[in-house]
């Protein structure tokens, strides 16, 4: 069972950038695709950005390319999301997933999932 704990959620304002992080406890962590999922009030949850396991591959939405950047150290089981040039409309509950299979395209569904950070960014 994969265990998935967020951090690093807050209140920022419009442009500043912001650093999510997602610690698993499988120590089989190398071999799952790692990815972020964001929900907005009164929206659908959609597909953020994924990193292979090898952290060869990564896949983001086209709302946050050029602005986020994911990464992953295997060696302390974490992922990072680096979120700069934040808007307002960046605003979500922000989720960890892993998975063994890679997205196809932002299609994706995960198997495991944590329980999300929040993060609002003010205009």
Same mark, same amino acid.
């Given at each position: 069972?994969?265990?998935?704990?967020?951090?690093?959620?807050?209140?920022?304002? +419009?442009?500043?950038?912001?650093?999510?992080?997602?610690?698993?406890?499988?120590?089989?962590?190398?071999?799952?695709?790692?990815?972020?999922?964001?929900? +907005?009030?009164?929206?659908?949850?959609?597909?953020?950005?994924?990193?292979?396991?090898?952290?060869? !591959?990564?896949?983001?939405? !086209?709302?946050? &390319?050029?602005?986020?950047?994911?990464? &992953?150290? !295997?060696?302390? !089981?974490?992922?990072?999301?680096?979120?700069?040039?934040?808007?307002?409309?960046?605003? +979500?509950?922000?989720?960890?997933?892993?998975?063994?299979?890679?997205?196809?395209?932002?299609?994706?569904?995960?198997?495991?999932?944590?329980?999300?950070?929040?993060?609002?960014?003010?205009?």
């Amino acid at each position: 069972q994969v265990q998935l704990v967020e951090s690093g959620g807050g209140l920022v304002q +419009a442009g500043e950038p912001l650093r999510l992080s997602c610690a698993a406890s499988e120590r089989t962590f190398s071999s799952y695709c790692m990815g972020w999922f964001r929900q +907005a009030p009164g929206k659908e949850r959609e597909f953020v950005a994924a990193i292979s396991w090898s952290g060869g !591959n990564t896949y983001y939405a !086209n709302s946050v &390319k050029g602005r986020f950047t994911i990464s &992953k150290d !295997n060696a302390k !089981n974490t992922v990072y999301l680096h979120m700069n040039s934040l808007k307002p409309d960046d605003t +979500a509950v922000y989720s960890c997933a892993a998975d063994l299979s890679e997205p196809h395209g932002s299609s994706w569904y995960p198997d495991y999932w944590g329980q999300g950070t929040q993060v609002t960014v003010s205009s």
